[in-house]
């Protein structure tokens, strides 16, 4: 079993930033792909950004290429959502995510994650 805690949510103007972490528990992060989703109210959750196990092979949803940046530290346990430029239409909590069977390429793919953590909330102000 594994535990995911996302932190570093908050209010933010329209155009600053702010870094999203996730902790994870357990001795197999490192073989994880991990991902993170947001889902604003009324909407289905929706894929933001995937990294696999290495860091080496990363993906974006077209609506933050450009401005969000996924990494991790698997000495820490932790992936990051670095988001920079942020927009109201960012609003949404934001969800750190588990693959423990990944593929060669990390999944867009809501079901293909296994653990998820609860959330955290991030608003931007226009």
């Known amino acids: 079993q594994v535990q995911l805690v996302e932190s570093g949510g908050g209010l933010v103007q329209a155009g600053g930033s702010l870094r999203l972490s996730c902790a994870a528990s357990?001795?197999?992060?490192?073989?994880?792909?991990m991902g993170w989703f947001r889902q604003a109210p009324g909407k289905e959750r929706e894929f933001v950004a995937t990294i696999n196990w290495s860091g080496g092979s990363t993906r974006y949803a077209p609506s933050v290429s450009g401005r969000f940046t996924i990494s991790r530290d698997n000495a820490k346990n932790t992936v990051y959502l670095q988001m920079n430029s942020l927009k109201p239409e960012d609003t949404a909590v934001y969800y750190c995510?588990?693959?423990?069977?990944?593929?060669?390429?990390?999944?867009?793919?809501?079901?293909?994650?296994?653990?998820w953590g609860q959330g955290t909330q991030v608003t931007v102000s226009s």
């Open positions: 357990g001795r197999t992060f490192s073989s994880y792909a």
């Open positions: 995510a588990a693959d423990a069977s990944p593929g060669w390429y990390p999944s867009t793919e809501r079901y293909e994650y296994d653990y």
